[in-house]
């Protein structure tokens, strides 16, 4: 009786043991595709990592009159970036063959471009205004400052105005 139980177990591990490790490998050789949006002064930049080189990617998002479309190939390292002004509709997706990602939207990508831009403007501002205890305005340069760098540099400025650091001097 033991037998009989025992014998179809130990054939039926045999027989789908080798499947599974099948699976398991297979699975690893498919790279997971992923996706990101950035913005940099209103343009946009839709990134798809994880591709066979080579290999075309479709960005979608959408606009008031439909779906908008763009194709690119990745390159060597997997890499497959779609640059520009994109509508601000729906949410950018990114498609290869069965893999569809969502990369963000485009209002995401404008609230992580201007909290990175305050960011570097506060420290800039705490930075120059530690050097010497003095309120500063931000080097403006060639180009305008981005609002939400200048806003930063002048409150990076006040809390370096405030630190003990100036307090003594």
């Known amino acids: 009786m033991k037998r009989a139980c025992v014998i179809p177990l130990l054939l039926s591990t045999l027989a789908f043991g080798p499947v599974v490790l099948l699976s398991g490998s297979a699975q690893a050789a498919t790279p ?13 930049n839709a990134k798809a990592t994880g591709v066979p080189p080579d290999v075309r990617v479709q960005f979608t998002t959408k606009n008031d009159t439909g779906a908008v479309t763009k194709t690119v190939t990745a390159d060597d390292t997997g890499t497959a970036i779609s640059s520009g002004s994109l509508p601000t509709g729906g949410p950018v997706t990114a498609k290869q063959g069965d893999q569809k990602v969502t990369c963000g939207t485009v209002k995401e990508a404008e609230q992580q471009d201007a909290q990175a831009e305050y960011r570097k403007g506060f420290r800039q501002g705490l930075a120059d205004t530690r050097d010497d205890c003095k309120a500063k305005q931000p080097d403006q340069g060639l180009a305008a400052a981005d609002p939400n760098f200048t806003k930063g540099y002048t409150d990076g400025s006040a809390a370096g105005l405030a630190s003990a650091a100036c307090k003594d001097k």
């Not at 997971?32 to 946009?44: D, P, R, V």
């Open 32 to 44: 997971s595709m992923t996706c990101s949006l950035t913005s940099t002064n209103g343009k946009f």
